[in-house]
């Protein structure tokens, strides 16, 4: 398949299938299924992980802004209690729609050691900072995060002022 991006074959596939009557296998993302242990590993040494499903390519410049739309929250100890890999397959799964629709969809993990939960996220890397945290209200997400500072940058959704001037999160 030289020269045929991922998203083209799994095109191919799928449109070959319906020509044929066949029903198409389901999209797979070898990059990802073949180091999901140590995506699951990343998830807990450094909180989370950004990656193109379709590639493997993890951003190196950037900011990442969760979508609005099919985040799973997952307990942390299911996570890393064993049942990681089905979790984080079974989100693939599930979404692969998303994956192969969008070439700008990333698959994203967040663990919130606080909450003791994994959420997992449709996200997309905005190489602006002021665009992505534009996009992180619009799409009502309280954070965004920056690839080159390692940092999560508050985009004031979810934020309210206080009567001594200072701002507190409303999840506090």
């Not at 992980?49 to 299911?78: I, K, Q």
């Not at 909450?115 to 996220?121: L, N, Q, W, Y």
Request: charged letters at 20%; proline letters at 7%; a neutral charge.
């Amino acid at each position: 398949m030289t020269g045929i991006r991922p998203s083209s074959a799994v095109a191919a596939v799928v449109l070959t299938a319906a020509c044929s009557g066949t029903p198409a296998p389901p999209p797979s993302f070898p990059a990802v299924e073949s180091r999901v242990d140590a995506l699951i590993a990343r998830v807990r040494a450094e909180d989370g992980f950004t990656v193109d499903p379709r590639s493997g390519r993890e951003p190196t410049t950037g900011y990442v802004v969760g979508s609005a739309r099919d985040a799973r929250v997952v307990p942390a100890a299911d996570l890393f209690g064993g049942g990681g890999r089905e979790l984080l397959l079974g989100y693939l799964r599930d979404n692969a729609g998303h994956f192969t629709a969008d070439p700008a969809v990333d698959l994203g993990a967040w663990y919130d050691r606080r909450g003791a939960r994994v959420v997992f996220s449709l996200v997309s890397v905005v190489a602006d900072r002021d665009s992505a945290l534009r996009l992180g209200v619009r799409n009502n997400q309280r954070l965004v995060y920056d690839v080159v500072g390692r940092a999560e940058l508050p985009t004031g959704v979810g934020v309210t002022p206080t009567t001594a001037g200072t701002a507190r999160s409303d999840g506090s």
